[in-house]
């Protein structure tokens, strides 16, 4: 069974940053492109940010552009998500996810392989 466990969440300030991390475990993720999708209540889950295996491919949606950086640390089978400025629009629940593809991955959050539960953020003013 693959594991995808998030952390990092909190609440902070509009302006301030916050460090989001994924870990991985159960099976090896070679070839497997990670990222990152949020979802306000009452909202659908959205697109944030994805990264190949390799790394060298980063990709984000325009909404955080800019401010949010993502990294992975392959040695710790981690997924990392800088977000800086942070705004109240950012407000949601953060789920790292797992997927053949950077390309499947931006296109939406259907027919993802594999789901963590979930970390909240919350910025306020």
Known sequence: QVQLVESGGGSVQVGGSLRLSCAASGRTFSNYALGWFRQAPGKEREFVATTSWSGMRTYYADSVKGRFTISRDTTKNTVSLQMNSLKPEDTAVYYCAADGSVATMRAGPDGM?????????TVSS
Do not use: E, I, P
């Open 113 to 121: 392989d594999y789901w963590g539960k979930g970390t909240l953020v």
